[in-house]
């Protein structure tokens, strides 16, 4: 999942008044110091006799690819900004009152997220449709075709093996919109040759070419495209994974669990959840995890 996979990876702040990065224009230094030198200016700005640019003092020599007098425009857009911050008239933020706890995943007001009763229910439920999608996943794509680690196959340009499969990016996440925080990219390594590939997760070319029928058909969505690299395959893989080990393997719901809400990862699962939840039991489950009146 591309929230999990990038967890890690540092926020990036880049200030949008000096462009310099580490900072936001809130604390940016720069913005003081101009200020500094030119605050004497709040009591006589409104002169029209001479325009402001040629009234400001202080150091505006070119900063990054900005030259002097760009950054005087600069910051005379932010004068206003400046006058409410730090003039004569700034006044300190009223301390807001505090509202009332409330839990970080269902929103109830009678506890908090670390005494959640509807997590585990939750939980339960991606575990139960990720078991389902990938009982399906073995079922089609192991079993009838064979595709696994040392399996042959035809290419564009001539036949290829498979060398590696993640099995721990196989989830129900993989049929989720590609460009999505939440889609999970299934990794496999093919070799050709001297040349090793990292496709794209849609792997297999339909025969029929208007096979791909859009989003609606989760596997077709993710798997198969008129411009993947597998034609067919030549030969099954020669040791495939025994089924019940492979439905053991349970993913990053935990943790992605303590990171969002009930109601966003709902809004942006559900469709796909719906797909592969193996009972007949789910709106009831939801309804009582989201509370009545939730979007569903």
Not at 179 to 190: A, G, I, K, P, V
Not at 229 to 256: A, T
Not at 266 to 273: A, E, K
Request: aromatic share 12%; hydrophobic share 30%; with cysteine.
């Amino acid at each position: 999942m591309r929230l999990y996979e990038n967890r890690n990876t540092p926020r990036h702040i880049s200030c949008s008044y000096c462009y310099e990065d580490g900072h936001s224009k809130n604390n940016c230094p720069t913005l003081k110091a101009h200020w500094e030198s030119n605050k004497h200016l709040e009591q006589t700005i409104t002169l029209p006799s001479v325009p402001m640019s040629k009234q400001l003092t202080g150091d505006f020599s070119s900063l990054n690819w900005i030259q002097s007098g760009g950054m005087k425009l600069r910051f005379i857009d932010e004068w206003d900004y400046c006058v409410k911050k730090w003039g004569s008239q700034a006044t300190t933020r009223k301390k807001k009152k505090r509202k009332p706890s409330k839990c970080g995943f269902c929103g109830r007001t009678t506890h908090t997220r670390r005494n959640c009763t509807h997590m585990n229910p939750f939980l339960t439920i991606l575990n139960e449709t990720n078991r389902a999608y990938r009982e399906q996943w073995y079922d089609l794509f192991a079993e009838q075709m064979g595709f696994g680690v040392g399996a042959l196959v035809q290419m564009r340009r001539g036949v290829g093996i498979v060398t590696k499969i993640d099995l721990d990016t196989i989830m129900f996440t993989n049929t989720v919109y590609q460009w999505s925080d939440y889609h999970t990219r299934m990794r496999t390594t093919l070799k050709q040759g001297d040349e090793t590939y990292t496709p794209r997760q849609t792997l297999f070319r339909p025969i029929n070419h208007d096979f791909h029928q859009g989003y609606d058909d989760a596997f077709n969505y993710a798997f198969y495209s008129n411009w993947s690299p597998i034609e067919r395959i030549i030969s099954p893989c020669p040791n495939p994974v025994g089924k019940e080990w492979f439905l053991q393997q349970q993913p990053q719901f935990d943790w992605i669990m303590k990171k969002r809400n009930a109601q966003t990862l709902w809004d942006n699962l559900c469709g796909r959840i719906r797909d592969f939840y193996p009972h007949d039991d789910l709106e009831r489950k939801i309804e009582r995890i989201l509370g009545k009146g939730a979007r569903r």
